[in-house]
């Protein structure tokens, strides 16, 4: 059934998952009132840029090489989304005496630190990453955003090596 799938589609619904997973979030964010942390912003990042590239791809409906260089990128881009979400879950998963401590907001530290030390700590995550606010299903969001890119990345690397 997934090889009738043609490339544009695949691609198509993989910006269509990333724009749902946006909305998702803004929803959280701005109707239930979770403020993300710096590593939930992260992630949203790659989820972003992999909706870009696959909106890309669906565009320019690339056949051969080029679906496979897209298809590549996209897988990137998930496993790197995947391995902050990783983080975040581990953070989450800490016992409360080895949680590190919190530190300043993401626009603070934006404003006042050079660039590479923020990414550093942004991608570290502090205490208020390990924190778990909402469920769905038992999962957390960290949670949930892995499981995502995990399905992303699979759904890319089975993109990227059928032969349609």
């Known amino acids: ?6 490339p544009r ?3 198509f619904g993989l910006a269509l998952l990333a ?14 009132g979770l403020n993300p942390c710096p590593l939930c912003m992260t992630q949203r990042v790659f989820v972003i840029a992999g909706g ?8 320019h409906n690339p056949s051969g090489w080029g679906r496979r ?11 790197g989304g995947g391995a902050v979400a990783g983080r975040h879950v ?12 919190c530190g300043p907001s ?7 630190l050079p660039f590479k030390d923020t990414l550093s700590m942004v ?32 759904l890319n690397l089975w993109q990227t090596l059928r032969k349609t």
């Open 69 to 79: 260089v897209y298809g590549l990128l996209c897988a990137a881009i998930a496993a």
């Open 9 to 11: 589609l695949v691609f």
């Open 106 to 112: 993401l626009e603070y530290m934006l404003e006042t």
């Open 19 to 32: 724009l749902c997973a946006m909305l998702f979030a803004w929803f959280l964010e701005y109707q239930v």
């Open 52 to 59: 870009i590239v696959a909106l890309l791809a669906c565009l």
């Open 90 to 101: 581990w953070l989450q998963h800490l016992p409360p005496d080895q949680v590190p401590a």
């Open 123 to 154: 991608l570290m995550g502090d205490g208020n990453c390990a924190e778990t606010h909402w469920t769905l299903l038992g999962f957390s969001i960290p949670e949930q955003t892995l499981m995502l890119f995990v399905a992303i990345l699979a």
């Open 1 to 6: 059934m997934l090889q009738a799938l043609s």
